[in-house]
């Protein structure tokens, strides 16, 4: 995307583009940043949407507030960033296939969301998704963030046998046996999961690299996450494990972060390539309720 870059100021690991049309605001130096002067109701011009590209590319999430759209008004904007796809464990929202929510009620249990630890979603598919596009609609007054980590900085931070190490990898991600296990737990810990679906078994599981590479730029990432992973392949579970672990603390490095505080009528976009996230739930007997879709990905490379 060719966008000037500001000389001199390295945010995101890289020199920070000249924008010119829109506000643009980094939550950290890692990732993230808020987007002003944008209003998701219209659609944007080519001028606007081409900063905004820019920015999603450059700091991973984009951030809008009060956005007060309708659902075809979200669609419509996701579009700009790709294909809409339904998954076959997140709850459709709208009477939409391809919405889905993420809701837990006040008197509901953080058990009912899925993943409060760092994870990418849904990396059993073939083509797991590149970004969300998500919005609150309910929000508790304290509390509630999600917290964000960049995966190209933690990668890049490893040292070079290691990298080396990680590029020769690839890692089998399932889908298939979470219901099951869910039906195991007891009601009041059971995660809100989609009830049907029309994906094959053979579209629940796959096998990615455990480090990707941006299609366009080449910039590469650690694509590892605790979260449908089952080993490394040729590995057995038990050797796995220990560097899954080792792998899964390096999203919680603060240098990598950012975390977004989230308002009714607040919209981000999110890389799901790039980013691992999860959301903080340190508040209690308040509603929070986030719908979103999601784009498809390319497969990892
Ligand atoms: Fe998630």
Redesign the pocket.
Known sequence: MSVETKRGIVVAGREMPEFRRIGVEPLTGACGAEITGVDLRSPLSEDVLHEVMAAFEHFLIILFRDQDISNEQHRAFSRYFGELTELPQAPTYGGYTDMQEVRREAHEPVTVV??TKF???SPFLERPPLCMVMRALDAPKYGGDTAFANMYLAYEELSDGFKETLSRLRVVYSGRDIWSKNAKLDKDKQLRLRESHSFTEEQLESVHPAVRSHPRTGRKALFVTPSYFKRFEGWNEEDSRGLLDHLAHLPHKLQYQCRVRWKPNTLIVWDNRFLQ???IHDYKDERRHLVRTTIIGERPI
């Open positions: 899925p993943f994870h990418t979603d996230h999860c959301g």
